[in-house]
């Protein structure tokens, strides 16, 4: 089978697994399940050639299909795949099944309706990582929106119709103005071409005009910014996540979020490259931000999903300072940290979830000692906390150090505040660990904890064997990445250089950039 084809396939396999779905009485529910697990898991595998015949020395897109869809207006089925896209698509088919997985027991009621959601969802996503026409990509964005809204709304926490509500109404003050700019694009090509077209390889190749770039740029990128979410766009993450199920966390923070970045790499910098440049010290200064201010926030909370939902703007604020260094190795590192996020962070909300249905609280301080009823679980959870604070051998050390390495090279006083970041990583995990895993076993509710069973055992394992496979050998995933990074830093270098940055911002010459671009 072609790559192309095989491409298409497992993008609308989930969709296709959501209508046989309808099929099945709703009584049934572990068919149900079954087949949804079923599904996810193909999908998964039907990935993987994907991956492994991707060519990581070419910078250019691979897999492609391109296919006249609605020609009287200049809107196609263009879909591909490069390196800023692969490994964003390979982890959102490999975290579905386990979210599945760990859906098993948590659901209970509407249980076709949810995982009906949870299909259509896995589709959504996919088709965003490999739209490369710009209105194929918007309504791969906002259909996405729509199960996700469920998934928290209906079997959310107490205060889910809150949470849902404000998650959808801040993606959606985003997208119209992505939405508007994405129409002016679309007459802009037109007036410089002759041609209406949504086509996004077409569109890289117009010169845009500086001044429109900078409010186009921003058009973009508030979309993006609340997706991510950046300070000070981020007070809908910790509602949406802590009231959301866990695989609606999952799937929130392992793979939506990364929208957000994956945004800027794929629009904001190679379709406005000099207003790139020229917003990067705001960005930068908001990434730092974000990172200390999520740290500290983390600090003080009180509930274990919140205190995760927080570390999530800390983390993706390292994202952020890698991408907007414009170093190959930042660059890079952001990238890497995309996938290291979503795999240490998922693997925290499951680790949360479990400990929830066995004590229906996620109150610090109702647990202590946990460690002595539940061994398996205290090894694994401890192993995913260390991969979340970067330690040395996990795969969060090798985005985080990338990142700062890069950074270092065009903005050390920026790099040495995000390493601050780190050292609070560790203190609210670290402490927060201790706090439930060890002490005394005061609490008769916690002296008759189950540990792990096989299922649960399952949905963890697979992410441990990814944390430690980059920790080690990063170079399997980097490699595929490098062609289209060093490409892209190309390109910032060279809108570097026709800003004459040095010339036109003297004050952020010598506080932000370091050496002659």
């Known amino acids: 089978m072609e790559?192309?084809?095989?491409?298409?396939?497992?993008?609308?396999?989930?969709?296709?697994?959501?209508?046989?779905?309808?099929?099945?009485?709703?009584?049934?529910?572990?068919?149900?399940?079954?087949w949804a697990f079923f599904v996810t898991l193909t999908t998964f595998l039907l990935s993987l050639p994907l991956f492994h015949n991707f060519d990581g020395s070419r910078s250019s897109i691979q897999f492609e299909t391109i296919k006249s869809w609605i020609p009287s207006i200049g809107a196609g089925y263009h879909v591909g795949l490069d390196g800023i896209s692969i490994l964003?698509?390979?982890l959102t088919t490999f975290m579905m099944p386990l979210a599945v997985l760990s859906s098993w027991s948590a659901i209970q009621n509407r249980v076709k309706e949810y995982m009906l959601a949870m299909l259509v969802l896995e589709t959504g996503m996919l088709g965003v990582f490999i739209s490369l026409d710009l209105l194929l990509f918007y309504i791969f964005w906002e259909t996405m929106l729509i199960p996700m809204y469920l998934l928290i709304g209906v079997w959310g926490g107490p205060r889910r119709i809150y949470a849902a509500i404000k998650f959808v109404l801040y993606t959606m003050v985003g997208s119209v103005l992505m939405l508007v700019a994405i129409l002016y694009l679309y007459f802009l090509h037109y007036n410089f071409t002759g041609v209406y077209t949504f086509d996004l390889l077409q569109i890289y190749t117009i010169d845009i005009p500086f001044g429109l770039q900078l409010w186009l740029f921003l058009a973009f990128a508030l979309a993006f910014a609340i997706?991510?979410?950046?300070?000070?766009?981020?007070?809908?993450?910790?509602?949406?996540?802590?009231?959301?199920?866990?695989?609606?966390?999952?799937?929130?923070?392992?793979?939506?979020?990364?929208?957000?970045?994956?945004?800027?790499?794929?629009?904001?910098?190679?379709?406005f490259p000099e207003a790139s440049v020229h917003f990067a010290p705001l960005f930068l200064v908001l990434a730092v931000i974000g990172i200390l201010y999520g740290a500290w926030i983390s600090m003080v909370q009180r509930d274990i999903k919140k205190l995760v939902a927080y570390s999530s703007v800390s983390h993706l604020g390292f994202v952020m300072l890698g991408v907007f260094a414009f170093t190959v190795p930042s660059m890079q590192g952001g990238l890497i940290q995309m996938i290291n996020h979503g795999l240490s962070t998922g693997a925290l909300f499951l680790a949360v979830g479990m400990i929830y249905e066995r004590r229906h609280t996620r109150e610090i301080r109702e647990f202590g000692g946990v460690t002595r009823?539940?061994?398996?679980?205290?090894?694994?959870?401890?192993?995913?906390?260390?991969?979340?604070?970067?330690?040395?051998?996990?795969?969060?050390?090798?985005?985080?150090?990338?990142?700062?390495?890069?950074?270092?090279q065009v903005v050390p006083a920026f790099a040495v505040l995000a390493t601050v970041g780190i050292i609070f990583a560790a203190v609210y995990l670290l402490w927060m660990f201790r706090r439930v895993m060890f002490g005394p076993l005061t609490r008769e509710e916690n002296k008759n904890l189950v540990d792990l069973n096989g299922r649960e055992v399952a949905t963890l394992l697979p992410i441990?064997?990814?944390?430690?496979?980059?920790?080690?050998?990063?170079?399997?995933?980097?490699?595929?990445?490098?062609?289209?990074i060093s490409r892209l830093a190309g390109t910032m270098e060279k809108a570097r250089a026709e800003l004459h940055l040095e010339k036109q911002a003297p004050y952020w010459k010598y506080l932000v950039w370091k050496g002659n671009p």
């Open 3 to 34: 790559m192309a084809s095989l491409l298409n396939y497992t993008t609308f396999l989930p969709l296709l697994g959501a209508l046989i779905l309808l099929m099945i009485p709703k009584t049934e529910e572990v068919l149900i399940k079954s």
């Open 464 to 484: 441990i064997v990814f944390i430690f496979w980059i920790g080690f050998y990063p170079r399997t995933f980097l490699d595929k990445t490098e062609a289209t």
């Open 227 to 271: 997706k991510v979410p950046m300070f000070p766009f981020h007070t809908w993450l910790p509602d949406a996540h802590v009231e959301a199920p866990t695989a609606g966390s999952v799937i929130l923070a392992g793979i939506l979020l990364k929208m957000g970045t994956y945004g800027f790499l794929r629009f904001n910098l190679p379709l």
């Open 88 to 90: 964003l698509y390979l």
């Open 373 to 408: 009823v539940m061994p398996v679980f205290a090894t694994l959870f401890l192993i995913v906390c260390l991969s979340s604070l970067g330690l040395p051998g996990t795969n969060g050390f090798v985005g985080e150090f990338l990142i700062l390495v890069g950074s270092f």
